[in-house]
């Protein structure tokens, strides 16, 4: 099982890089992934749920700020995180 593992989102050319870290598997159905920068914290919740002979992938993301001034940018940031995150979802169903 995956502990941990550190990421990056390029933002308006403003590179984030963090860390996740799992705090929450139930094998092989929910995994949740503490995520956190300098400027933003929050997890990433992903829940696997068997359809027949097909398997529905549902993945939430719940982010905020650290300060205020990473406060005055989140909705930059989240634009852009929203803009890759279907993608990265359609990528990880497709892996699984």
């Not at 956190?36 to 993301?61: F, P, Q, Y």
């Amino acid at each position: 099982m995956l502990e941990a593992f550190e990421w990056d989102a390029n933002v308006g050319g403003k590179v984030y890089r963090g860390t996740a870290t799992t705090v929450e598997a139930t094998t092989p159905t929910r995994f949740v992934l503490d995520m956190e920068t300098s400027e933003i914290i929050g997890h990433v919740t992903t829940v696997l749920t068997k359809t027949g002979d097909t398997c529905d992938v549902t993945v939430s993301m719940d982010l905020t700020t650290k300060g205020m001034l990473s406060a005055m940018f989140f909705p930059a940031i989240k634009g852009v995180l929203n803009s890759g995150f279907p993608q990265q979802v359609e990528d990880l169903a497709a892996t699984i």
